[in-house]
Structure formats: structure tokens, C-alpha cells
């Protein structure tokens, strides 16, 4: 089974400060994507990656930074915490296009989430 | 259009009845139809997936109905039970891009 962990399942941050979202997969996966997660809003895309040092921004990067240097990590940085930024924060990975089939390439695995809550 | 809208925000369904779902796109280019399921606490998981090429995909007491025409894709979950109350997620996603564009989610309640 694939297993995606995140490395905090609450977190509490002040206004200001400098937060590391982790993300660790174990399967081998070319892409890595961080989500965050709000009432009504569903799931938005901040950044996701596709390879290692790459990153390419989703629908809502404003405010957010991440990083890949290995190809199991992914993280996600908030470079000075907002309360607007308080969320539950999903990390998801996916095999990506290669030999395998169109629907097993795209199927992204999530795991649990990081509820955040900047004060 | 990238965006996959969904409806209903919220549904109550008594037990044993039938929960419909639904979700309508613009673009064209997307030719897959993920549904994720998410459960309190848990990240979203696949539910079930269908390509534009059919137009009904059935697995279990879960099926897709797909409406190329009209652009529109539904879920419909059967004999409905307490533990599939749960939030859904429709999504959809183009060969070439490599992320889902995910509609906006339903809470679903099933009361017993």
C-alpha cells in the first residue's frame, strides 16, 4: 500500500512565523502536491512537484513556498504565518505518466493532513 | 475552465435510499473523472474513476454516470448506509497536465 505521512497532525503557529509543513512518500512517486482544504472551498492546489527540484504553482502559491530535495519529501513552507493561512493542509503523491496506465499514473494518494491554526 | 463544479454542498439521504451527486465541466480536454471519498480525520481516497469513452461505470453500490454532451458527471451511491456518510469529491484531469482540478466537495449524511 502506498503510505503518505505528514509530519504533524495539529499545529499551532503564531502570526509571523515561519512554519515546515513535511510530506513523505513511499512508493516511489514522481509527483508530490500540497493541498489545503476549506469549507466550501474544497481541495485548492498551492504547489506540486514532478520531479526533484522541480515545482510548478497551483491555484493559490500567494504566501507559500516548498521544497523537494529528495524524491520522497516534499515540504511546504509558510514564510511568515497569517491567520488567513489557518486550514487543513493536504500533501498527495502520484506514480506520474511512464509505463503505467493512464489511470494508474494520475490516481493521487493522500494522507492524513495537517490541521493548522495560526493565532 | 479548469473549474469542475459540484452540487450539492451538503445532502441528508435516509438509510437504504439513493445519494446523487453531481458535477459539470468546461474543458473539454479533461478525459478522466476520478471520485475521492473522504472520511472524518483522513486524507480523500479514491472511490472510483471513469474515462469519457463510457457512459456508466458501476462498482459495487457505487456508480458513475458519465454525460459527454452535456458535459456532466454524477455519482450514485445505492442502498445507501451510515458508513458512506462521508465528504465526495469530484475531479477531473487532461493527459499531458499531470494535477486534478477537484470540484468543490458534498458533505454527505446518511441517517439511519
Known amino acids: 500500500d502506498v503510505k503518505v505521512t505528514q509530519s504533524s497532525r495539529y499545529l499551532v503557529k503564531r502570526t509571523g512565523e515561519k512554519v515546515f509543513l513535511e510530506c513523505v512518500q513511499d512508493?516511489?512517486?514522481?509527483?508530490m502536491f500540497w493541498y489545503r482544504q476549506d469549507p466550501g472551498l474544497g481541495l485548492r492546489l498551492i504547489y506540486f512537484?514532478?520531479?526533484?527540484?522541480?515545482?510548478e504553482k497551483g491555484d493559490i502559491p500567494e504566501g507559500y513556498s516548498v521544497s523537494r530535495e529528495k524524491k520522497e519529501r516534499f515540504s511546504l513552507i509558510l514564510e511568515s504565518a497569517s491567520t488567513n493561512q489557518t486550514s487543513m493542509y493536504l500533501c498527495?503523491?502520484?506514480?506520474?505518466?511512464?509505463?503505467?496506465?493512464?489511470?494508474?499514473?494520475?490516481?493521487?494518494?493522500f494522507g492524513p493532513g495537517t490541521r493548522l491554526t495560526v493565532t | 475552465q479548469q473549474q469542475v463544479k459540484q452540487s450539492p454542498q451538503s445532502l441528508i439521504v435516509q438509510k437504504g435510499g439513493i445519494s446523487i451527486i453531481n458535477c459539470a465541466y468546461e474543458?473539454?480536454?479533461?478525459?478522466?473523472f476520478p471520485w475521492y471519498q473522504q472520511f472524518p480525520g483522513k486524507g480523500p481516497a479514491l472511490l472510483i474513476a471513469?474515462?469519457?469513452?463510457?457512459s456508466e461505470k458501476k462498482e459495487g453500490r457505487f456508480t458513475i454516470s458519465f454525460n459527454k454532451s452535456a458535459k456532466q458527471f454524477s455519482l450514485h451511491i445505492m442502498d445507501s448506509q451510515p458508513g458512506d456518510s462521508a465528504t465526495y469529491f469530484c475531479?477531473?484531469?487532461?493527459?499531458?497536465?499531470?494535477?486534478?482540478?477537484f470540484g468543490q466537495g458534498t458533505r454527505l449524511t446518511i441517517n439511519p
Open positions: 471513469i474515462r469519457p469513452d463510457v
Open positions: 512537484s514532478y520531479d526533484v527540484k522541480m515545482k
Open positions: 498527495a503523491s502520484s506514480l506520474g505518466p511512464g509505463l503505467a496506465g493512464f489511470l494508474l499514473a494520475y490516481e493521487q494518494y
Open positions: 512508493m516511489d512517486h514522481e509527483n
Open positions: 474543458n473539454t480536454a479533461f478525459d478522466y
Open positions: 475531479a477531473a484531469i487532461n493527459q499531458g497536465a499531470q494535477k486534478l482540478v
